[in-house]
């Protein structure tokens, strides 16, 4: 009698370094998806800090768009709007590392933009959260909106936009500190000095 066969399904599978800060190494495992042979599914990514870090900002900025509505006054208007706007970047920069997209378009500056990106987020975040503390405490706003009940919610948004300053500001400090490391070999690579001939006449 013929021993039966037996099909073994086995998923291609690759190392990916996870890690998007300087000194922190995370070896993971990522599914293909069979879309692309660059394109894979990598979840792992969100178990490291720069994941994490891009978890809690997300959280943040859902909690201040709850407590920032309904949108009565101007300056709450701007603080909505660099919230959506960077709710929207960060949800983009999560879905290129789930699916590593990068992988696909290897010659874009990524690092550089993300870097660039949320810096810029860090300064927006800090200017509109003081700006709404601040014009929240004024008198002719703090009567108004007491009244009407908004002056708890408007001071948990402005202090929940502090929280995701500090989160932004913590990931430039690892974007930053990745950008400089990558930019480490290209800069200190040493030029070997001409050797000395002698020309005998």
Not at 76 to 98: P, Q, S
Not at 153 to 180: D, H, P, R, V
Request: include cysteine.
């Amino acid at each position: 009698m013929a021993p039966s066969e037996t099909s073994v399904q086995t998923t291609n599978t690759h190392k990916t370094d996870t890690s998007h800060s300087v000194g922190v190494k995370v070896t993971t495992k990522a599914e293909s998806t069979g879309i692309a042979d660059n394109l894979e599914l990598n979840p792992y990514y969100f178990i490291t800090v720069p994941g994490i870090l891009k978890l809690v900002q997300l959280l943040f900025a859902i909690i201040c768009m709850g407590c920032g509505s309904p949108v009565v006054t101007t300056y709450t208007n701007f603080f909505m709007f660099v919230v959506a706007i960077y709710f929207i970047i960060t949800l983009v920069f999560c879905v290129i590392y789930f699916f590593t997209i990068k992988r696909l378009l290897p010659k874009i500056p990524w690092l550089l933009i993300e870097l660039c990106a949320t810096g810029v987020g860090t300064v927006l975040y800090f200017i509109v959260s003081v700006a709404q503390l601040g014009a929240t405490n004024r008198r002719d706003y703090h009567y108004a909106l007491t009244h009407h009940g908004y002056y708890s919610s408007y001071i948990a948004a402005g202090c929940f936009g502090i929280f995701n300053f500090a989160a932004y500001g913590a990931g430039t400090f690892f974007l930053f500190m990745e950008w400089k490391q990558s930019r480490t070999p290209a800069t200190s690579t040493a030029v070997a000095p001409p050797t000395a001939t002698s020309n005998n006449h």
